[in-house]
């Protein structure tokens, strides 16, 4: 077996203790993975005087694969979110959020497991916008899709249901009014569709989506979707499955951009919709990270839940081919999570980080 090399971004707040956490839960369920530790985040300012060091860069270049942890963001001014800069600068244009029900966990549904895959750099987010008039009495934004965009997203989405024996994709749009568009999109998936006969196809209207979704979620298996309404929808899944506490998350890239970044974090990287550039070996470039934030008010405390970043370590274990692994570190999380001893206190439990964790290696069997 390989033993890829991982570029780890401990991040802020609660981020090196559910880093050290996971750290220890993978090496337990039998990960083979190195470590380069980088720095990126509040931390990254006060070491290297920048939110996104050039090293921290170079390093995911390098190896193609991050696991982070959540990162500081000032609200109103400051520097702009590394996470959105690390997503542009690689060209990350699928953002894949596993929604599945844990025993434990309060939710309302019992039978949730579906799968947002929500494209990540065109639509609404391409950053087009602009006031109409002197006085900024009206403004516009723009949406950019691209059949380019729509069509490695699609395929992705293909690709993931194929590689995880899932029967359905889903492609949700609003092309009954961006008949243009939308209209590309869902013209597009009906294209990719027909090369994957062995996997189930259908479509939906976004607010059709949301009531089916909060009515009947295990309708749903792989849903693919546009930037704007992934967002939502994403949210909305995790909602289903008690909150984004405990979800993880990949942003999936075909390859590191060649492109530069400036010492205050700003990326040039390839536009919407253009070929990502050449990497070297051409590898793919995936990173993955927990959905919260660095949850500030309980950070150095040692009660943080490590869930999500565990579950998106799972996720990483899956694309570097260490399904075994993977599915070992899934079982000790659900058999930690259903024991109500050893739950962390936001599911409202007593246990400390360090206690669950021991209880996900204890489980693992
Ligand atoms: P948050 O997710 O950090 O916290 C919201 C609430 O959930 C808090 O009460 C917190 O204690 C709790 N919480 C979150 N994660 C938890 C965990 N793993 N275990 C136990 N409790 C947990 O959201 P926020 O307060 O809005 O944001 C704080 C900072 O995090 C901001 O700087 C924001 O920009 C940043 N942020 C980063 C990311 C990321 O890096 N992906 C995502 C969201 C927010």
Known sequence: MTRPTVSLIEGDGIGPEITAATVRAIDAAGGQLDWDRVDAGASAVTRHGDPLPAATIESIKRTGLALKAPLATPSGGGYRSVNVTLRQHFDLYANVRPARTLAGVPSRFTNVDLVIVRENTEDLYAG???YIDPRRTAAESIAII????????IVYAFEYARRHGRRKVTLVHKANILKMSNGLFLDTGRE????????EFDDMIVDATAMKLVIAPERFDVIVTMNLFGDILSDLAAGLIGGL?????ANIGDAPVASSITASGTASGAPSGAPSGAAPGGRAC????????????????????PTGLMLSAAMLLDHVDQGAAAGRLRAGVMAALANAETRTGDLGGKASTAQYTDAVIREMG
């Open 128 to 130: 087009i916008e602009h």
């Open 146 to 153: 691209t059949r380019f965009g729509s069509e490695r997203v």
């Open 192 to 199: 990719v569709a027909k090369r994957y006969p062995d996997i």
């Open 245 to 249: 506490g405990v979800a993880p998350a």
């Open 286 to 305: 995936a990173m993955f990270e927990a959905v919260h934030g660095t949850a500030p008010d309980i950070a150095g405390k040692g009660i943080a839940n």
